[in-house]
C-alpha cells in the first residue's frame, strides 16, 4: 500500500471512521488500482511475494496483485486450473507453486495471463494425462516439475511451447513408455537438459536415442522395471565408462548390475586380454575407412548389437539404412563409405564386454577427414606469419628505441656552445666538438682523457657571423693527435711518441 494511503487510513480509522471505504476512497483519491493498494485475506503479502499456502483453498484467489513475482498456493484443496482463474494478467510473475493440491485437469491456454513464468511447481498431484496446448503461452519456462502425480499418458504436443525449457522432472509417475517426442517433436523443448523419468513403470527405452541425448544432457531412468538385455547392458557399461552421473549417482537403481546373470551370450568375442591403445586415421574425402571395434576379436563373424557413436549420429548393427554411408557389419566393424569432412571427430563403439573397463583405457578412435599435407602446410603457413609478425615488430620496436636513445644524446647532453676568448661566437657548426668534457679544462685549453670519453672531431663551419675569420676547434699543431680511447691522462698537443704517454 501507498505510505500516504497507509498513514491516512491509519488517522480516518482512529477517528472512527470504517477501514474498507475509507481505503477505497484514498486509493481512488491517489490513483492506486485497488489491486495494487490491497492484499487477499487469505494471503500473506511481503514485498512481491504472495504466499497463501496452507490456507485450505478449494478455489484459487482472484484477487492476486499485479506486482507479484512468486505466488505460493501449495497444501491446499484445489482441484481444477480454470482459464479464468485470475482477473487481470500477472505480467512480472516468474514462479508458481501449485504442489501439494489435488489438481486433476488443466483446462487449455491456462497460463496465458503468466507469460514470463520461469518455474512452475504442479508436483504431487492427481495429474492422469497431460493434453496438448496445456502450456500455452509459457515460452519464457525453464523448470517444469511434474513428479509425484498419476501421469500414464503424454499427448503429441503437451510441450510444443515450451521452447526454453531446460530441466523436466517426471519421476514417480506411471508412465510405459519413455517421453521420447520431447526431443523430436516440432515446437519441442530445444534446450533440455535434464529429464528425470525415474521411479516410472518402464520396461524397455531407447538405446540407440539415450546414446546419442546423454551426450548432450543428463537423463534419469533409475528404479524402473527395465529389462536387463545385451543393448541395455551396452548402455551401462558405456555410461559407466563415461562417468556419467545420472548412473553413477544412482548406481544400486539399475538393473546389470554385478553379475547380470546374462553368462556369456551377451559376451561372447569379447577379447577381455587386448591391449587397448589409442587408434588415430586420417584420410581423404571421398575414400573408403574402415573401423575395427576396440576390444572384440576381430575374427568373428557373430556378435551381439553393436552400437557407433559418432561425431553426427548413432548407428548400429541391426538396422540397414541404405542412404547411410555409415555401416556396421554383423562383428561390430564400421564402414565409412565416401567419407566426407563433417565425418571428422571421436568415434566410440559401444557394446556388452566381458568386463569392465577403466576410464584411462583407449575405447575411442579418432578419425580426421582431410588432406594431411595441406592441414600441415596451413598450419606452419600460420606459424610461420606469426613468427615473421613477432621478427618485424621486435625489429621495429629497436630501432625507434635506438632513434630515441640517439636524439637523446645529441639534443639533451650538458655541453654547450661556448663564446670564444675575444667575444665572438665559435661558429654554428662546432656544437658537438667537445662531449662531456670538463668546462676548465676547455678554459685552460687542455683536455683530459680516460677511455670513456667520445669526441666528435668535425671541421668547422662558417661563421655565422660574416667578416670573423674561423678558428680550428682543437689545436692540431703537432702531427699526432691524443687518441680517443686511450686510457690515462695528458694535455692536447703531447705527441704519441712521447714516452712519458706510453702505457
Not at 483519491?29 to 504466499?51: E, K, N, Q
Not at 509425484?148 to 503437451?158: E, K, L, V
Amino acid at each position: 500500500m501507498h505510505p500516504s494511503a497507509s498513514l491516512l487510513m491509519t488517522v480516518i480509522g482512529g477517528g472512527g471512521c470504517p477501514l474498507a471505504p475509507a481505503a477505497l476512497l484514498l486509493s481512488l483519491c491517489l490513483g492506486l488500482p485497488s489491486s495494487v493498494s490491497s492484499c487477499s485475506s487469505s494471503c500473506l503479502c511481503a514485498s512481491d511475494i504472495i504466499s497463501c499456502s496452507g490456507r485450505y483453498l478449494s478455489a484459487l484467489p482472484s484477487d492476486v496483485p499485479s506486482y507479484a513475482t512468486r505466488l505460493d498456493l501449495s497444501h491446499n484443496a484445489i482441484t481444477v486450473l480454470p482459464v479464468d482463474w485470475i482477473s487481470q494478467p500477472l505480467g512480472r510473475l516468474v514462479s508458481l507453486v501449485l504442489s501439494r493440491n489435488d489438481i486433476s485437469e488443466i483446462e487449455v491456454n491456462v497460463f496465458t495471463l503468466t507469460p514470463r513464468l520461469h518455474h512452475l511447481d504442479l508436483s504431487s498431484n492427481r495429474l492422469t494425462t497431460l493434453n496438448s496446448s496445456i502450456f500455452t503461452g509459457l515460452k519464457e519456462l525453464k523448470e517444469l516439475l511434474l513428479f509425484g502425480n498419476q501421469i500414464a499418458q503424454i499427448n503429441p504436443g503437451a510441450f510444443s511451447d515450451l521452447h526454453s525449457l531446460q530441466r523436466l522432472y517426471l519421476s514417480g509417475n506411471r508412465l510405459v513408455a519413455f517421453p521420447l517426442g520431447l526431443y523430436w517433436e516440432p515446437g519441442g523443448p530445444y534446450n533440455l537438459s535434464f529429464l528425470d523419468v525415474s521411479y516410472n513403470r518402464l520396461p524397455k527405452v531407447p538405446i540407440q536415442s539415450l546414446l546419442s541425448l546423454s551426450q548432450h544432457g543428463e537423463i534419469y531412468v533409475q528404479e524402473n522395471p527395465l529389462v536387463c538385455d545385451c543393448a541395455f547392458l551396452a548402455l551401462l557399461q558405456y555410461w559407466m565408462w563415461k562417468q556419467y552421473r545420472p548412473l553413477v549417482d544412482f548406481i544400486g537403481g539399475y538393473p546389470c548390475g554385478g553379475d547380470s546373470g546374462l553368462g556369456s551370450e551377451c559376451r561372447p568375442e569379447v577379447a577381455p586380454d587386448v591391449s587397448l591403445e589409442e587408434q588415430t586415421y586420417q584420410i581423404e574425402p571421398g575414400r573408403w575407412l574402415r573401423l575395427s571395434c576396440p576390444g572384440l576379436v576381430s575374427a568373428a563373424t557373430t556378435s551381439p548389437v553393436v552400437f557407433w557413436v559418432t561425431p553426427r549420429t548413432v548407428v548400429n548393427s541391426s538396422t540397414d539404412d541404405p542412404n547411410s554411408h555409415l555401416v556396421v557389419f554383423p562383428n561390430g566393424t564400421l564402414d565409412i563409405q565416401s567419407a566426407l569432412l563433417e565425418d571428422s571427430g571421436v568415434y566410440m563403439c559401444v557394446t556388452a564386454r566381458r568386463h569392465k573397463y577403466d576410464p584411462s583405457d583407449f575405447l575411442e578412435v579418432r578419425v580426421t577427414v582431410g588432406n594431411l599435407s595441406t592441414t600441415s602446410t596451413n598450419g606452419l603457413a600460420r606459424r610461420s606469419s606469426a613468427e615473421h609478425f613477432n621478427t618485424a615488430f621486435t625489429t621495429l620496436a629497436s630501432c625507434v628505441v635506438s632513434i630515441i636513445l640517439v636524439l637523446l644524446y645529441l639534443y639533451l647532453t650538458p655541453c654547450r656552445c661556448r663564446e670564444s676568448r675575444s667575444g665572438g661566437s665559435r661558429g654554428c657548426g662546432g656544437r658537438a666538438i667537445i662531449v662531456c668534457s670538463d668546462p676548465r679544462e676547455v678554459e685552460s685549453g687542455h683536455r683530459r682523457s680516460n677511455g670513456k670519453r667520445v669526441a666528435f672531431l668535425e671541421p668547422q663551419v662558417e661563421d655565422c657571423v660574416t667578416g670573423v675569420p674561423k678558428t680550428p676547434g682543437v689545436n692540431f699543431g703537432h702531427a699526432a693527435t691524443e687518441g680517443i680511447l686511450k686510457n690515462g691522462s695528458r694535455t692536447v698537443g703531447q705527441s704519441l711518441a712521447d714516452p712519458a704517454n706510453i702505457a
